[in-house]
């Protein structure tokens, strides 16, 4: 059997990689990629968790989050796409309308 | 080392490496692509862990859902200014530092933690059957936020059609 730490080391390490993604990509696309591996990394640990309790609750809420991973998705690319055709970039440091 | 632990060491090796591939590939369609392994290899884990339905949901909804979504949307922003440009921004040292402290507390975290995180022998049988225990749980225990997760979406899908609508 691999112990459920295991699944949390993975779990930490794709979460990390997530992270770097979102920090310095400058392609919105891959950012909200990035975002998604951070949503798989959180899927891990409910899942091993629930393994190891025995419940199915864990899944549920993995359920929730891949709800919530579509939506984000969704509504993400939904505004990459007007931003695109404003701007004609989707670079995430040249998107500074709101930056004095 | 049981061809459990074989399968565990495979997956999860596939999925950091792919995972390293989204965040350092230049052209966002390698990117997709990677993500796409990576999600795989996670429905395999998924498979491991007796989640039978979230595995297929993983493909179906993941992989032929968002992924296509993805790569429609790279499709219709311009690839080849972007494939030319300089792919991370000028914070790429200090965001990958912080990252990597992220990475040594949740690691330091989770070593000082792990005799709670040991796998107890639960009868292999008790997520059996999978599909039909998660609908029971889902509708019986969380049927106000599955109620709410319905409308999150449909509020989702009108601000994305809004957003995409052309003008």
Same mark, same amino acid.
Not at chain 2, 122 to 128: H, W
């Given at each position: 059997m691999v112990p459920t730490s295991h699944y949390l080391f993975l779990s930490a390490a794709l979460f990390t990689i997530g992270v770097i993604g979102v920090l310095t990509r400058r392609n919105l696309i891959v950012v909200l990629m990035s975002i998604e591996l951070i949503f798989n990394a959180v899927n891990i640990n409910l899942i091993a968790f629930a393994r190891q309790l025995a419940s199915v609750d864990g899944h549920v809420f993995a359920i929730f989050v891949i709800t919530d991973a579509a939506a984000e998705a969704a509504v993400g690319l939904g505004i990459l796409i007007a931003f695109f055709r404003n701007r004609e970039t989707i670079n995430a440091d040249e998107i500074d309308l709101l930056k004095w | 080392m049981t061809f459990y632990q074989a399968s565990f060491y495979f997956f999860a090796a596939v999925a950091v490496a792919s995972a390293l591939l989204v965040v350092t590939r230049r052209n966002p369609v390698h990117s997709a692509i990677s993500l796409i392994v990576t999600l795989l290899s996670v429905a395999g884990l998924y498979l491991q862990l007796q989640a039978e339905f979230l595995a297929a949901v993983q493909i179906i909804l993941?992989?032929?859902g968002v992924m296509v979504l993805f790569l429609f949307v790279i499709l219709l922003v311009r690839l080849e200014v972007t494939v030319r440009q300089?792919?991370?921004?000028?914070q790429l040292w200090i965001a990958g530092f912080a990252a990597l402290v992220l990475l040594a507390e949740l690691g330091v975290a989770f070593y000082l933690a792990r005799g709670g995180f040991s796998l107890p022998a639960? /009868? /292999?049988?008790?997520?059996?059957p999978n599909t039909e225990l998660i609908g029971r749980t889902l509708y019986q225990n969380y049927l106000l936020p599955f109620e709410i997760a319905s409308l999150l979406l449909l509020v989702a899908m009108m601000g994305a059609v809004i957003m995409a609508k052309q003008r």
């Open positions: - | 993941y992989i032929g300089e792919p991370f921004n000028r639960a /009868p /292999p049988t008790a997520l059996q």
